[in-house]
């Protein structure tokens, strides 16, 4: 590569014109064209006699005679290579472009035109600032002809291979259909820079209409091919259908959703509604997706029940007998239902009751709501709410949406098939919120008997009549629900069962179950109550009975493969004496089992000062919860250890603070506090503790320390304590009682108030504990020891 000097200057010839209609030929290119006309036919004869060059214009009009208004003044000096004369007295040339010209006058017009011509040779070598100008119109030509597939693959080639700009440029005008007045345009440039940005604005601008051009043919064919396909499927399923003999009429099942619609019962406003859908889906086009949402939408209006209801069992001592099959004790819950029934026969119409069953995992709640459906002769739904966090989930998404559907109170209702089954929330208290809304708020219309009649569904767009459903939930804790949707309910506490109570549930419930699931119904397999307990107390630590199964069942599993060793099976059962018997002892039930998984409470062989036996409620039960005090010398701080939560801590401080307000009552120095420091530790401290009913153990404990004297033996004890010496009401009294009869206590000192909840305790443990109700704590610590101490100026021997 090489730089030029500056081009020559323009040279000056005459020329024969040879004028052509919708034909612009370029320097640099071979092009075949016919002449006709006289004067071009002669222009063409007096060419060839002249060195075979002429200058070839193209014409602004159409006229058959040009002058000189009637063609353009830009036109290309051209050397005839080819000249054929035809027997019809045309010629048929072929030209080679040589040189862009300009008229300066027009010299003859008859018989030919001539034309003093200004022309000008285009530079062959490419200059250094052209290099990056030639490539990029290479590639806006080659992606011009990714579009055009039209355009020959020689000329491709000669376009990449063009040596110098004008050459490139030529090539390409000449081989692209660009409007005659643009290529008269691109002739006009003569400096050849500036004629490559042009050429490369217009092949851009035709590139961005062929990807705009190409992009809605593909979408107008695209259409096309899904009509033609829609149009080939529709004729094969009318084809289809008669051969099956259905109404090939009918291609979107209007008729089919008219007649089901027709016969089916539902309120005014609901028939208004699926008969206006009904005609909107009349006039769309059955593949139309807006067709699939309208059937799909009067499908759930069909198939939800508005008018079907099941018959309530009306014999209460069914009922009873029903639930008392199912389930052991829970006499509340089913005292509350059997009510519901007598109710129900006095007062056909009435709103259906909601209940929250609420109690420890395992307990049989969400069995309960089974057996309450069975014994009313209601269907029986059930939806887990454990997680949820979605409103949508319980009031559905608008239909506009894809894939839309009602929420689960709809979509279980539909499950039903009537309108008046036990519907049961299950963990109703494990509800979550986020962004998309509060589901537990949206509860609220469901669980409000006075709302849940016209509760509205967001898919549906519809009120529908939830007043005859008896919903049901159940809650670990209810503490966790909010108060509004809490205050809707009914809570009936279930709580943990008792040692007794779970004995007798494995016998008459858990055992004759697993023996029939694990094929030994017809074997003589017996568990003595002693066996049964270990498992209760060793092998669980729970308030249900879950666990408490799947121990039972893992020892029949392997009585069943010692069983199948001994030569029984299910086809062979034995009969009589013959049949395979086991019995499950106190021993073998580490044989079983293996090692013991729990131990029994942390409890001291031997009493000491310092020592004392609280009481406390957990998920799993009650536990007994020792509290020991230790005094020594020191800056007289308070010291509180084992894990304890805040309200505990107070406790602690309370009592103390009550110890040094009445010091002269329990012979203690008055500046006790002062030259001692207490370190109170509750054990196991790896388990955190907190809640106020230890406060009287606590005080127990700190006056024992400071007197030297022991709690007496066999005494347990739970209370709240107040600044004044009050002892007020706690919670749990049966779990904890149960915990104080596990560990052979004697004596339960407990508030006055909690008096009243000793009566749901079994009658072995009544007769086996001692109750002190106290609501003093000076009444309370003369019961808790032996010594002395003063009491409101005479002495108290307890």
């Not at 839309?404 to 979509?411: E, T, Y």
């Amino acid at each position: 590569m090489k730089i030029m000097p500056k081009k020559d200057k323009p040279s000056k010839s005459e020329l024969p014109v040879i004028p052509l209609r919708e034909l612009v030929i370029f320097p640099h290119t071979a092009t075949p064209f016919f002449v006709g006309r006289p004067k071009s036919l002669k222009a063409v004869e007096e060419a060839m006699a002249n060195d075979r060059r002429a200058f070839v214009v193209c014409q602004k009009t159409t006229t058959e005679d040009p002058g000189e208004n009637d063609v353009y003044p830009i036109g290309t000096v051209v050397h005839i290579l080819q000249m054929l004369k035809l027997p019809d007295g045309t010629y048929r040339l072929l030209v080679e472009g040589k040189e862009r010209g300009t008229i300066a006058r027009i010299t003859r017009k008859k018989p030919a035109m001539w034309a003093q011509v200004y022309h000008t040779r285009d530079q062959t070598e490419v200059e250094i600032e052209h290099t990056n100008l030639m490539q990029s119109v290479q590639e806006a030509f080659t992606r011009y002809a990714k579009f055009h597939k039209k355009i020959p693959s020689e000329v491709i080639t000669s376009i990449e291979k063009a040596e110098f700009p004008a050459k490139l440029t030529d090539l390409i005008a000449s081989n692209i259909p660009f409007k005659i007045e643009q290529k008269i345009e691109l002739l006009s440039i003569q400096d050849v820079q500036e004629r490559m940005e042009h050429l490369t604005i217009m092949l851009e601008s035709e590139n961005e209409i062929s990807a705009l051009q190409n992009k809605i043919n593909t979408k107008v064919r695209k259409r096309l091919e899904k009509g033609q396909r829609e149009y080939y499927l529709n004729e094969q399923l009318k084809e289809i259908n008669k051969e099956l003999g259905k109404d090939d009429t009918d291609p979107t099942g209007i008729k089919e959703i008219e007649e089901t619609l027709r016969n089916k019962e539902m309120p005014e406003e609901v028939r208004a509604k699926a008969e206006k859908e009904l005609k909107r889906l009349g006039r769309l086009a059955p593949m139309s997706p807006e067709a699939g949402v309208l059937r799909t939408y009067l499908e759930w209006i069909m198939d939800l029940p508005w008018s079907e209801k099941s018959e309530d069992n009306k014999d209460i001592g069914k009922a009873e007998r029903i639930l008392n099959e199912d389930h052991y004790n829970l006499k509340r819950a089913k005292e509350r239902i059997l009510d519901f029934l007598a109710v129900r026969q006095l007062k056909e119409k009435m709103k259906g009751p909601i209940l929250c069953f609420a109690g420890p995992p395992g307990t049989g709640k969400t069995s309960l709501g089974r057996s309450v459906a069975r014994a009313l002769g209601r269907e029986f739904i059930r939806i887990s709410l454990g997680g949820v966090k979605d409103e949508a989930e319980i009031r559905g998404h608008r239909k506009t949406y894809v894939g839309a559907l009602p929420g689960k109170i709809i979509q279980s209702m539909k499950k039903a098939g009537t309108i008046n089954p036990v519907f049961l929330l299950d963990e109703i208290d494990k509800l979550s919120s986020d962004f998309r809304g509060d589901p537990a708020s949206a509860l609220l219309e469901v669980l409000d008997p006075e709302q849940n009649s016209a509760f509205l569904d967001h898919y549906l767009e519809l009120t529908y009549n939830l007043s005859n459903v008896m919903f049901l939930t159940t809650a670990n804790s209810i503490h966790t629900i909010p108060y509004p949707l809490r205050d809707r309910m009914e809570i009936i506490e279930i709580p943990g069962y008792t040692d007794f109570e779970k004995l007798k549930i494995a016998h008459n419930f858990i055992i004759p179950k697993q023996l029939e699931e694990n094929g030994l119904s017809w074997a003589k397999v017996q568990f003595r109550d002693n066996a049964l307990l270990k498992i209760i107390r060793h092998y669980t630590m729970e308030s249900g009975v879950r666990n408490l199964e799947r121990e039972i069942a893992g020892i029949i599993r392997k009585i069943a493969r010692k069983a199948i060793k001994k030569g029984y099976s299910d086809k062979e059962k034995q009969e009589g004496d013959t049949r395979f018997s086991s019995i499950v002892t106190e021993k073998t039930v580490s044989t079983y089992l293996g090692k013991e998984k729990f131990q029994d409470d942390l409890l001291f062989k031997d009493n000491r000062s310092g020592l004392a036996y609280g009481l406390a409620w957990t998920e799993l039960g009650g536990t007994l919860l020792p509290i020991e005090a230790a005094l020594y010398e020191g800056p007289g701080e308070l010291i509180l250890t084992g894990n304890l939560g805040d309200v505990m801590k107070e406790s602690a401080q309370t009592a103390l603070s009550f110890l040094r307000a009445h010091y002269n009552r329990y012979n203690l120095q008055s500046d006790f506090q002062k030259i001692n420091t207490i370190h109170v530790h509750v054990p196991e401290g790896a388990i955190p503790k907190d809640g106020p009913s230890a406060g009287v153990t606590i005080i127990a404990s700190i006056l024992s320390a400071l007197t030297g004297t022991p709690v007496k033996q066999g005494y347990v004890m739970t209370g709240e304590i107040t600044l004044i010496g009050r002892i007020l009401a706690i919670g749990g009294v049966k779990e904890k009682v149960l915990a104080a009869y596990r560990n052979k206590m004697t004596h339960v000192l407990m508030p006055e108030a909690n008096k009243k909840d000793i009566d749901e305790l079994p009658k072995e443990v009544l007769s086996s504990i001692e109750f002190v109700f106290v609501d003093d704590v000076e009444i309370a610590l003369e019961n808790l020891f032996s010594q002395s101490f003063k009491r409101r100026g005479y002495e108290y021997s307890a």
